[in-house]
């Protein structure tokens, strides 16, 4: 027993000793030394930081917002890696230098607005806003070349020089040569017209037809009152190039390229007995005015063409004129 006690009172001194050690070692690394990150980028050491947070919070800012107007985002080659390390403190943090050698690895890319004629850039603007109110001006003035106009946001390495909205009125204005109804695109079959009423009753109309969805997708946008203004059909958000099919047979009467009054390339299909249907702010259009169509064909892709704000189709049904709310027969 006596042999234990002595055994075990030798034990506690050496793991007092070997404590007491240990603290003391921290407490000369405490002294010395400091926890920090080395930071490394492709693999090169480029310094250290005290901060891993708040240095990559600063990066990723300058990533998504760039230092420069008009910069839409910064493309980084390589992002850095950050180590836990000890280092004396006499030896400083360079986040400034190692922010600095990551936006040398940076490219730059530029939000502009192309405007375009008959699919050729013409002139820049640094807002859709200015773009859309060009293309309003040369509405108002009944530009001759009005549906051949097009609005393209582009992402760019190099700014372009901007032109304000009056220089792009003044520059693609086209007078009519003659007095005849509005002029529309090459391939177009007929004149931009917005459907003449609609039905805000809520009442289903029978159509005396069976109609298919264009598109599988989520109704976006729908039927009525929207933005104090009367939305005449539904929208239907879809991938760019999604194919629309012709919701019913009938015969194409437009298949337009250009801006058209906002409603960018679209496709008008007559189904008889006063019935159409309208496929709007399409990427692609593939049926030619007066082709006969049946139930499910092909006849065009989702876009973003026109007055619009991201990848959808835009779908009317109209009565003798009369816009239908779309889905009381579809979605």
């Not at 420069?68 to 943090?93: G, R, S, W």
Request: aromatic letters at 8%; glycine letters at 10%; proline letters at 1%.
């Amino acid at each position: 027993m006596k042999k234990i006690l002595i055994h075990l009172r030798t034990s506690i001194k050496l793991i007092s000793v070997t404590a007491l050690a240990i603290f003391l070692i921290l407490g000369v690394v405490a002294l010395i030394y400091k926890p920090t990150y080395s930071v490394s980028l492709g693999g090169e050491f480029i310094g250290y930081t005290n901060n891993k947070s708040e240095l990559q919070t600063k990066i990723n800012e300058y990533i998504e917002n760039g230092e420069e107007e008009h910069t839409a985002f910064v493309q980084v080659e390589n992002m850095p890696e950050y180590k836990l390390c000890l280092l004396k403190k006499d030896i400083q943090a360079n986040d400034d230098e190692i922010f600095s050698k990551v936006k040398q690895t940076g490219t730059a890319y530029y939000r502009y607005y192309a405007i375009l004629q008959d699919g050729e850039e013409k002139l820049y603007v640094a807002s859709f806003e200015e773009a859309e109110n060009a293309l309003n001006g040369l509405k108002e003035k009944q530009s001759a070349n009005q549906d051949k106009i097009t609005i393209v946001e582009k992402y760019e390495k190099e700014m372009k020089d901007f032109v304000t909205t009056e220089e792009v009125i003044s520059k693609l204005y086209e007078k009519k040569q003659t007095k005849t109804e509005t002029t529309v695109a090459k391939n177009s079959g007929g004149s931009v017209k917005a459907a003449s009423g609609v039905n805000t009753s809520g009442k289903k109309v029978a159509l005396g037809i069976d109609l298919i969805k264009p598109i599988s997708g989520t109704v976006t946008s729908r039927f009525g009152s929207r933005w104090g203004k009367s939305h005449k059909g539904i929208d239907i958000g879809a991938a760019k190039g999604t194919k629309i099919k012709a919701v019913a047979g009938g015969t194409v009467t437009t298949s337009s390229n250009g801006y058209n009054g906002g409603y960018g390339n679209y496709i008008i299909i007559s189904h008889g007995n006063g019935v159409e249907t309208v496929y709007g702010h399409c990427n692609a259009l593939y049926a030619k005015v007066g082709q006969k169509v049946s139930q499910g064909d092909v006849i065009a892709a989702v876009g973003n063409t026109g007055r619009s704000y991201g990848n959808h189709l835009h779908l009317e049904i109209r009565i003798k004129g009369v816009a239908q709310n779309p889905q009381n027969y579809l979605y």
